[in-house]
């Protein structure tokens, strides 16, 4: 091999073996933060709904649906700040409770609150579905939950507005 032809290998076996160090030393950018888990997210989501912060629980909640999008209470919950802001977007409210539904069909937070949600929206009916899927998954009628829904929905029945309910997340 000629001198030339000999740098030339040299050159380029240089050039790969330095291609090969440096997404190490450019990935090193020194310590990183832990970000917070969906466990932890969860906990963040709880504390804010307490304060009635519904920003701060849906930006919470949103990162960990993001990170675990199949986790019930996370879907739960979501539809459950979406429900209580201020302006109470129903649409996604119920996006997530039928999410947190197909992800745990017996989960009876979600049937309670997917209740609450259907008598805002005037549809005791749909309310009264959940409310037997309530006693379904509760395996009776006196959980809280199921409790706190069947008396929303008398009080529907009555007076045509149904109190927001209990929180039982």
């Keep these: ?17 330095a291609a090969a160090f440096l997404p190490a030393y450019a990935a090193d950018t020194g310590p990183t933060v832990a970000q917070p888990t969906v466990s932890e997210r969860l906990t963040l989501a709880r504390d804010a709904i307490q304060k009635k912060d519904w920003r701060k629980a849906l930006a919470e909640l949103n990162v960990a649906a993001k990170e675990e999008p199949r986790n019930a209470d996370v879907q739960n919950l979501l539809g459950y700040s979406y429900r209580m802001q201020a302006q109470p977007n129903l649409p996604k409210s119920f996006e997530h409770y039928k999410l947190a539904l197909q992800i745990d069909p017996n989960h009876k937070g979600t049937h309670h609150y997917i209740g609450m ?13 959940h409310l037997a899927k309530l006693e379904k998954a509760c395996g009776n009628k006196t959980c809280p939950e199921y409790l706190d829904l069947s008396r929303a929905i008398g009080q529907f029945k009555t007076t045509g507005t149904a109190s927001s309910g209990q929180s039982f997340y």
């Excluded at 949600?117 to 579905?129: G, R, T, V």
């Design 1 to 17: 091999m000629k001198s030339t032809a000999k740098t030339a290998v040299f050159a380029a076996l240089l050039a790969i073996s």
């Design 117 to 129: 949600a259907y008598l805002m929206d005037k549809k005791p009916a749909d309310a009264e579905s």
